[in-house]
């Protein structure tokens, strides 16, 4: 199957109902299924002009609040955990509850609700955050080869107070992750002191606001 179960607005999750901005009232919306009335979530993001607006029930067990088809009125919305119950509650009608809805007969999509579901893993964010980690490191080891090289020479060549015990290959890899991660540390000191300037993005953003 493809995508996943449509919602009106972007879907995130794990922050406490807050008000709606003055621009544009969100009202609130009804399960159909538990009829729990669930109020919008803003969720301020720095990449974003306008917070983004998710529905999440206070259970952890329904989830978000989504429009899974093409029903409209009092049926628009459904809980997340409503709907997984639903699909799979009635055995006479596994096929027609399991992929489609029994009322309008839009045929759900999944696949973007599993690769959210995955994502959405501790377990499976940590791995995620390792890797990019990793992968950043070892791409900037590349970048660094040249600048390092230049104003320092090769790095066998520093002086170190370290004995150990490589051989060729583990230690020209070795020599690769500490440039990476010294091109790491370069480029996260130069964006702290760029975004502590005053003259950085107005007053929400200077170095007082961080205190």
Sequence with gaps: MQSSYESDEPETAGQSPSQPSPEHTYPPRVCRICLETVLPTLQPSEFLQKPRVVYLSEDPELGRLLRPCKCKGSSRYVHEGCLQKWRTVDPRYPTRNFWNCPTCGFQYRLQRLTWARWISSTSTQILLTIA??????????FVADPIIDFYLGPLDEIPLDVDIDLDEESASWLEHLVKGMASLGLLSFIRVAFTMSPWWGGPQYRWWSFY
């Design 132 to 141: 990019i980690l990793f992968l950043t490191i070892f791409m900037l080891g």
